[in-house]
Nanobody, 119 residues
Framework: QVQLVESGGGLVQPGGSLRLSCAAS????????MSWYRQAPGKERDLVAT????????NYADSVKGRFTISRDNAKNTVYLQMNSLKPEDTAVYYC????????????WGQGTQVSVSS
């Protein structure tokens, strides 16, 4: 069955770093555009970063540009989010999403991983 499993979240001090991973299984990973979203308490789920199937031309939300880096390893069916210079406002549950490039409207979500930035 299809699975997206996020890991790497936790509690970090402001200015610190975390690396999130999202391991995919049950579908052809290289056919999917991968994204990271986040949802803070009481707020909507927002797009953080997106990476194409080949791993080039990533896009970022303005709030994370220059601090976060999205990457993928198609051989390992995994997408990553390197988060540096973390701020308290980065606190949220982070989700990965897979959107099919070949089947219109087909997408999958992971279960999320909590990131908390606090001193």
């Amino acid at each position: 069955q299809v699975q997206l499993v996020e890991s790497g979240g936790g509690l970090v001090q402001p200015g610190g770093s975390l690396r999130l991973s999202c391991a995919a299984s049950g579908f052809t990973f290289s056919n999917y555009v991968m994204s990271w979203y986040r949802q803070a308490p009481g707020k909507e789920r927002d797009l953080v970063a997106t990476i194409t199937r080949a791993g080039i031309t990533p896009n970022y939300a303005d709030s994370v540009k220059g601090r976060f880096t999205i990457s993928r390893d198609n051989a390992k069916n995994t997408v990553y989010l390197q988060m540096n210079s973390l701020k308290p406002e980065d606190t949220a549950v982070y989700y990965c999403k897979a959107v099919s490039f070949v089947a219109y409207g087909l997408s999958y979500w992971g279960q999320g991983t909590q990131v908390s930035v606090s001193s």
